[in-house]
C-alpha cells in the first residue's frame, strides 16, 4: 500500500514538472514520467492488462506529441492567465474538493472493493461465470468481448469518429475543394 | 504580423502519391526473403508460447498465419539477402564471436575500472575518427554496437563514406590508421567472415 | 523527412517483423493471458510507426499505405459487426457469444472462448490501422509544412 | 482515504494546467493527466488488499478466485477509456496544429484576439 502510494508522489511531481517546465520537449518527457509511473502502479494493483495498455498508448502520445510540436514556437510562450480566471476557479475547486470529501465518506475505506462489502454485485457474478459462460481465463476480457461487448462496440465508434475528425481537419481541402480556408 | 496564410495545401493529398520513390516502393519483396521472414517469425512465435501444451496444434497454426502476414508485409523491409543465412560457416563464426566479445568486454570492463579507482584517474578521454572496411548495413551496424557494448568506447556518429566517430576514454592516438588498428581492428575480421 | 542514420535503420529492419508477430500475439491470447485487442492494436501500430520514424514515409508507403491502413481499419471494423450479427444467424441475439455456447473448447487453450479470439483480433487490426493512419496524416503534414 | 486524495491531488494539477496555462499543448497535457487521474482513482477504487490479478490460472478453485480476485469491473472500463483517449489527444493534436498553421502562435490569448 505504501508502496502504491509512492509511485503516486512520483506522478504527481512528474505532473507538476510537466506542468511547469518552460521547454517543450522537457514538459513532454515528464508527461511520459507520470504516464509510466501510473503503469508500475497498475502493475502493484493487480491490472496488468492496464499496466501493458497505459505502456504502449504513453508511448504513441509521446510519438504525437513530439511530431506535433517540435520546431514550433512552444517554448517563448510563458505566463499565465489572467488572475480573474484564477480567482474563479479557485472557487470551483474548493467547491469540487467539498464534494469530494462530502462523496468520499462514503466509499468503502481503500483496500476494500465493492466486492467485500456488498453481497450480490455484477463483478462477483463476472468473476463467478466468467470461464463457464464465456469461456476466457481472462475475466477482463471476459467483459470487454462478452458480458459488455456493446461497451466495445461503442468505443470502436468513438475511437473511429475522432480519428475520422482527426483526418477531415488534416486535410479539410480534399473534403471541401479548394480554398478551403476562406 | 501573426496572421499567416495557409500554405498552398489544395492538392497536397493528390500530390503526395507523386512525391514516392518508385524504385523503392513497387520493389516486391522475392520470395526467399518471405519465406525468411516467415521462418525466423515462426521461431519467434514458439518461443512466445512455450508454457503451452508440447504440442498444441491451434497454437501452431495460428503461429503460422500471423507469420505468413509478418512475413508478406514485412519481408521487403526485414532482410536483404536471405540466401546468406543458410550457410552454416557463418554461424559458427557467430558463436566464436560471441565468446570473444564476452572476453573482450571484460578485459575492457577491468581496464576501465582499474583507471576509475586509480588515484590519479589516467584518463584521456576525446572523439577520435576510425575507418572500416565492412560493407553492409548490417555488419556496420554490429560492429557499431559492439564498439558501444565495450566499455571505455562509444560509438558517436556513423558517416556514409565508412568512418566512425568513437567516443575513447584513453586515446592513444589521434591517427586514423592507428586508432582503426586499436578499435575496430578486434572485431573486423570475425564480423567479416559473419556478415559478408 | 529522409529517415535517420544507418544503425537505426538496420536495428529497426530487424526487429520488425517481431513487433508485428508480437502484436498479433496480445491480440490473439487476450482471453488466456494479460493483454487484449487495444494493446494489441496499438502495438501494431507501434511497428509501423517506428518504420516511419526509422525510413521516412516513401519507404514505408511501399509496405503499408495510407489507403491499405484505411482498408485494414473498415475491414476489421466489418468483421467485429458481422461477428455481431452472426449472433441472428444462430438464433441468440445481437453480439452474443454464439461459438462458446454451441461448441465450447477446452479451457485455457487458444480455442477456448468462443469467438472473443476472433473479435480480439479484429479489434486490434482497427485500432492499429486507425492509429497509423492518423500518426501518417500528421507526418504528411508536417512535411507538407516544412516545404 | 490518503491514496485517494492523491489520485484527486494529481486530478487538481491538471485542471490547473487546463485553467492557467496559456499555451495549447500544455492545456492538451493537462487534459490528458485529468485522464491519467481519473483512470488512476477507478482502478484504485477496485483494489482489494493482497488481491491477485482476476486472472484464473489453472489449478484455482473458482470460489476461492472469487475471494481473492481484484474488482474487474472498473478494469474493463478503464481499459476502454485509455484507448479512446488516445484518440481523442490524436484529435487535439489535430487541431492545435491547425491553429498553428492559421495564427502562427500557440498562444491562446493571441488566438482570441485575431478573430477570423
Same mark, same amino acid.
Not at chain 2, 584517474?121 to 558501444?148: E, F, H, M, R, W
Not at chain 3, 507501434?46 to 526509422?54: E, I
Given at each position: ?90 472557487? *470551483? ?75 477531415? *481537419? ?13 | ?34 519465406? %525468411?521472414? %516467415? ?23 495460428? +503461429? ?11 519481408? +521487403? ?48 578521454? +576525446? ?59 578486434? %572485431? ?9 | ?147 | ?116
Amino acid at each position: 500500500m505504501v508502496l502504491i502510494q509512492i509511485f503516486l508522489v512520483f506522478t504527481i511531481i512528474a505532473a507538476l514538472i510537466a506542468v511547469e517546465a518552460p521547454s517543450a520537449l522537457s514538459s513532454i518527457i515528464s508527461l511520459g514520467a507520470v504516464g509510466f509511473g501510473l503503469s508500475i502502479a497498475f502493475l502493484w494493483l493487480g491490472a496488468p492488462d492496464i499496466a501493458i495498455t497505459q505502456v504502449v498508448v504513453e508511448i504513441l502520445t509521446l510519438v504525437i506529441l513530439i511530431r506535433a510540436t517540435i520546431g514550433k514556437g512552444v517554448t517563448e510562450i510563458r505566463g499565465n492567465e489572467s488572475k480573474t480566471l484564477l480567482i474563479g476557479s479557485l472557487i *470551483l475547486f474548493g467547491l469540487g474538493s467539498a464534494f469530494f470529501a462530502n462523496y468520499l465518506s462514503a466509499f468503502p475505506e481503500f483496500g476494500k472493493s465493492a466486492i467485500d462489502v456488498f453481497s450480490e454485485t455484477p463483478s462477483q457474478f463476472y468473476l463467478k461465470f466468467g470461464l463457464e459462460k464465456a469461456g476466457g481465463a481472462n475475466v477482463v476480457n471476459d467483459i470487454l468481448l462478452d458480458f459488455r461487448a456493446y461497451d466495445t462496440l461503442g468505443e470502436a465508434t468513438v475511437l473511429f469518429t475522432a480519428i475520422l475528425g482527426a483526418i477531415t *481537419l488534416l486535410n479539410k481541402d480534399v473534403f471541401f475543394g479548394e480554398g478551403g480556408e476562406k | 504580423m501573426l496572421y499567416r496564410k495557409a500554405p498552398n495545401t489544395h492538392n497536397w493529398y493528390s500530390g503526395y502519391n507523386k512525391v514516392i520513390n518508385v524504385e523503392e516502393a513497387t520493389e516486391k519483396p522475392k520470395i526467399s526473403k518471405v519465406v %525468411f521472414v %516467415f521462418a525466423v517469425t515462426l521461431a519467434v512465435w514458439l518461443l512466445f508460447t512455450w508454457p503451452f501444451a508440447p504440442v498444441d496444434w491451434a497454437t501452431i497454426i495460428a +503461429g503460422s498465419i500471423i507469420s505468413l502476414i509478418s512475413g508478406t508485409i514485412l519481408a +521487403g523491409v526485414a532482410t536483404q539477402h536471405p540466401i546468406k543465412a543458410l550457410n552454416p560457416v557463418r554461424y559458427f563464426w557467430a558463436a566464436c564471436y560471441v565468446f570473444a566479445l564476452a572476453w573482450w568486454v571484460m578485459v575492457a570492463n577491468l581496464d576501465v575500472a582499474f583507471r576509475v579507482l586509480h588515484p590519479d584517474v589516467p584518463i584521456n578521454p +576525446g572523439i577520435v575518427k576510425v575507418k572500416t572496411k565492412l560493407k553492409s548495413d548490417s555488419a556496420k551496424t554490429a560492429l557499431a554496437n559492439s564498439i558501444t557494448l565495450t566499455p571505455g568506447t562509444m560509438t558517436v556518429d556513423l558517416s556514409d563514406e565508412g568512418h566512425l566517430y568513437v567516443h575513447w576514454i584513453n586515446i592513444s592516438s589521434t591517427e586514423v590508421e592507428e586508432a582503426t588498428r586499436e578499435v575496430v581492428g578486434r %572485431f573486423e575480421w570475425l564480423l567479416r567472415r559473419i556478415f559478408e | 523527412m529522409s529517415g535517420m542514420s544507418p544503425i537505426v535503420k538496420t536495428v529497426t529492419r530487424w526487429v520488425s517483423p517481431f513487433i508485428l508477430a508480437f502484436g498479433i500475439y496480445i491480440a490473439l491470447t487476450g482471453h488466456l493471458t494479460p493483454g487484449g485487442g487495444f494493446p494489441g492494436g496499438v502495438i501494431i501500430a507501434g511497428c509501423f510507426v517506428l518504420l516511419t520514424l526509422a525510413y521516412g514515409k516513401e519507404k514505408v508507403d511501399g509496405v503499408f499505405s495510407l489507403k491499405s491502413a484505411s482498408v485494414t481499419d473498415s475491414l476489421a471494423s466489418l468483421s467485429f459487426l458481422c461477428m455481431g450479427l452472426l449472433g441472428y444467424v444462430f438464433g441468440r441475439g445481437f453480439l452474443n457469444n454464439f461459438i462458446q455456447s454451441g461448441f465450447p473448447g477446452k479451457a485455457f487453450e487458444l480455442l477456448s472462448g468462443g469467438n472473443m479470439p476472433i473479435i480480439n483480433v479484429a479489434i486490434g487490426f482497427k485500432v492499429g490501422g486507425s492509429l497509423f493512419v492518423v500518426f501518417a496524416y500528421l507526418a504528411l503534414f508536417r512535411a507538407i509544412e516544412e516545404e | 482515504m490518503l491514496t485517494y486524495l492523491l489520485a484527486f491531488i494529481l486530478f487538481a494539477v491538471g485542471l490547473y494546467s487546463v485553467i492557467n496555462k496559456r499555451n495549447l499543448i500544455k492545456i492538451i497535457m493537462g487534459i490528458i493527466i485529468m485522464e491519467h487521474a481519473v483512470n488512476a482513482f477507478l482502478i484504485l477504487i477496485g483494489y482489494r488488499i493482497s488481491g491477485k490479478a482476476p486472472i484464473l490460472e489453472k489449478g484455482t478453485s473458482v470460489t476461492e478466485f472469487v475471494n481473492s480476485a481484484m474488482d474487474p469491473l472498473p478494469q474493463a472500463l478503464v481499459i476502454t477509456s485509455i484507448v479512446i483517449s488516445l484518440g481523442v489527444v490524436a484529435l487535439m493534436v489535430a487541431l492545435a496544429v491547425r491553429l498553428y498553421q492559421h495564427y502562427g502562435t500557440f498562444d491562446i490569448t493571441e488566438i482570441r484576439k485575431l478573430r477570423g
